[in-house]
């Protein structure tokens, strides 16, 4: 299996990486949709959100904890920031590995487009 975003968190595909731990890495995104946009993605392959299972709760409560501290470190927290996992293709899903985007530092639209 060839996945952009494994590549990304083994290092084997360069990203300009923010912070990373044992469980997750966090780096810019390439095309970025906001002043902010950085993508919280975890170390392990999952498809989709839809491969979720009950036991991965505290991974997915870590990569929005990772997120908040990064919206602070970047100055959007008290701001105001989005956090967004597309799933599949009407959602716009191009990158078949879970990731959340943490989007700021503009006014976001709602409804999302
Ligand atoms: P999705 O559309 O799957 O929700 O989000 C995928 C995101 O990954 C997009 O925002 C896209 O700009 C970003 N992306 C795609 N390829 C790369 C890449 O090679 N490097 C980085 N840093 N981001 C990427
Ligand atoms: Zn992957």
Redesign the pocket.
């Known amino acids: 299996m060839d996945c952009?975003f494994c590549r990304?968190a083994e290092k084997k595909?360069p990203?300009?990486i923010i912070y990373e731990d044992e469980a997750c890495v966090a780096?810019?995104?390439?095309?970025p949709?906001a002043p902010v946009h950085v993508?919280v993605v975890p170390r392990r392959h999952i498809a989709t959100t839809l491969e979720l299972k009950e036991e991965d709760g505290p991974l997915i409560g870590h990569l929005f904890r990772v997120a908040n501290r990064i919206a602070g470190d970047k100055q959007v927290a008290g701001r105001g920031f989005r956090l967004v996992m597309?799933t599949n293709a009407e959602a716009?899903?191009?990158?078949y590995h879970i990731?959340l985007?943490l989007l700021g530092g503009r006014r976001m639209h709602w409804p999302p487009g």
């Open positions: 952009l990304i595909t990203a300009r780096f810019e995104d390439i095309a949709q993508l597309n716009g899903q191009s990158v990731h985007h």
